[in-house]
């Protein structure tokens, strides 16, 4: 099991990488907090414990990039919403 954790503007991004239940390999998790003032924890804004379906990624470099990349593209449309 493998986690990262990053800051992007107001949100807080926590990405991990998961042995696969079945098989070798990883599956990527994710959650996505946008922390506000007076609120230190956050509010939880996406969670998914088995992104892609629980596809499984040979090595965990592979499945946290996957994670942070939507981590990305799901920050980016809330920011235009």
Do not use: N
Request: hydrophobic share 35%; aromatic share 12%; net charge positive.
């Amino acid at each position: 099991m493998q986690f990262e954790e990053c800051t992007e503007g107001p949100y807080r991004i926590y990405a991990g990488a998961l042995e696969a239940p079945r098989g070798e390999g990883y599956i990527a998790a994710l959650v996505v907090k946008r922390i506000e003032p007076g609120a230190p924890r956050g509010h939880e804004t996406f969670r998914d414990e088995s992104l892609a379906c629980g596809y499984q990624w040979r090595t965990a470099r592979d499945a946290l990039f996957y994670a942070m990349r939507r981590a990305r593209q799901i920050i980016s449309r809330q920011a235009a919403d």
